[in-house]
């Protein structure tokens, strides 16, 4: 499985953002994709979650202001995941990363969840 994230970038403060993550391969589908978030200096934390059946999980730092949604395309052994960025601070500054967990079962909640990690993509926000 291969994931391919693309999006992020550079905002002002309470601007907007979208990421985006593709998994393609073998696996027809994945229970759970997520993503996760490291700042310079800080471990890795969650962003959020969502499961095959589309119940999403937002962290507490981006309640209210962050959205993950997903597509699953059988026919083509994709699965995406986006996650919208609103209302964005400073604290928000991070590399993003998409991670597919093809057996959880539920949100998969932790990182050692995850089988299979993206690259990462830069969210930067200036205040």
């Known amino acids: 499985v291969q994931l391919q994230a693309s999006g992020g970038g550079m905002v002002h403060t309470g601007g907007s953002l979208s990421v985006s993550c593709t998994a393609s391969?073998?696996?027809?589908?994945?229970?759970?994709m997520g993503w996760f978030r490291q700042a310079p200096g800080k471990q890795r934390e969650l962003v959020a979650t969502?499961?095959?059946?589309?119940?999403?999980?937002?962290?507490?730092s981006g309640k209210g202001r962050f959205t993950i949604s997903r597509t699953n395309a059988i026919g083509t052994k994709t699965n995406t995941v986006y996650l919208r960025m609103n209302s964005l601070k400073p604290d928000d500054t991070a590399v993003y990363y998409c991670?597919?967990?093809?057996?959880?079962?539920?949100?998969?909640?932790?990182?050692?969840?995850?089988?299979?990690w993206g690259q990462g993509t830069l969210v930067t926000v200036s205040s």
């Open positions: 969502i499961t095959s059946s589309h119940n999403p999980n937002v962290a507490d």
């Open positions: 991670a597919a967990a093809p057996r959880a079962k539920g949100l998969a909640l932790r990182a050692d969840e995850y089988t299979y």
């Open positions: 391969g073998s696996i027809y589908s994945i229970n759970a």
